[in-house]
Structure formats: C-alpha cells, structure tokens
C-alpha cells in the first residue's frame, strides 16, 4: 500500500504560523481613538500620577455595581505605569481591586495609552481633556462605548463639568448614558 501525499516544506508552514502569530499579537496590542478625539499634548506623566476619583464613566461589565471608585497611577518600571482601580461593590458589601498596566502609545509626551489587566490584551486609554494643574481629566477609550470623567477630588467643578460634558457629546458620546459615581 502506498500513499501519494504532497506536503509543503515544513519551513513554509513555519513561516505561515509564525505570521498568523505576529498578525494576531498585533491586533490584540493595537489600540485607538474615537474620531474626532485628540490626545492632550504636552502631557507630563508625573503630574498626572496619583489618586484619581471617578465621578462619571458609561457602565460596562468591569465597573458594573461599582461606587467609590478610584485609580491610582504610579510607576512600575521604566516606560510602564501601574494602574491599580477600586471600587466598592454595594451589593456584595466589599471591595473589588483590579491591577494592570499602561504604556504610552506614542511618546511619554502625549496622553495616549495603552492599559491592560488581562496579558496581552490592550485597551485605549486616551486623556482627551486636563486642565492646567492636573485635577480634571476626560477620558476616552477606543471607541465611543467607553468614557470617564476623572477627578483628584470626589467632585468636580460644574463649569468643568458642562465643559467635558460638551466636548464628549461634541465628539459623538451619548452623554446621558453615564453613570455618575458615589463618591461620598
């Protein structure tokens, strides 16, 4: 019995698996911003380290049922921030902590970051309005599913509040689906 098969050099299929990889890896790595949006620039990574306080994001699965939520940033290693939030779960009575990391999609100079809390899974995290002393931010993820507004007190302002209420809604987000935060 014999059996007529033609195979590929395995060099060939190497080659093919290795590319599916990088391909897969960078898709997974890349990150965005919604249209329109425009990264603040310059941005002093120092400045910005520390308590922040969540005053309003759109829900999603990750914060869902959260309230006196936090993040705080502080250097891991040269080029990586750790990013550690937290927030309370009301309905279970205790705290939720999830740590990641961040890194600058382009330079340390403009705040376009990538986070990640789960391996090589990146999301944009995109610092899209900060006043001059670094105690209101607006935060824009990759898409207009995701939004924050971030503050270094548990309130905010309600001329810097209308403020990124506009700009938000300007670039497309349906401001009336955020969830305003219990900071109290």
Excluded at 46 to 62: N, P, Q, S
Excluded at 98 to 108: D, E, L, N
């Amino acid at each position: 019995m014999t059996f007529d098969v033609k195979k590929r050099p395995l060099k060939a299929d190497m080659l093919k698996t290795i590319a599916g990889l990088l391909v897969t890896l960078n898709f997974f790595g890349c990150v965005s911003i919604p249209k329109g949006a425009v990264a603040v620039k310059p941005f002093d990574q120092e400045r910005y380290l520390g308590t922040w306080y969540e005053i309003a994001r759109f829900d999603f699965t990750f914060e869902r049922g959260l309230s006196h939520v936090t993040a705080n940033y502080s250097i891991k290693s040269p080029g990586v921030i750790r990013v550690d939030n937290k927030g309370y779960q009301d309905a279970k009575g205790r705290w939720k902590e999830s740590v990641g990391k961040a890194r600058f999609v382009s330079g340390s100079d403009e705040g376009r970051l990538k986070v990640s809390f789960f391996g090589p899974f990146y999301a944009g995290y995109n610092v899209i309005a900060l006043d001059k002393q670094y105690r209101y931010a607006l935060i824009a993820g990759d898409n207009l599913s995701y939004l924050w507004i971030l503050s270094r007190e548990k309130t905010i302002p309600e001329t810097v509040k209308n403020e990124y209420l506009a700009k938000a809604k300007a670039l497309g987000y349906d401001i009336d689906k955020l969830i305003w935060t219990k900071q109290d």
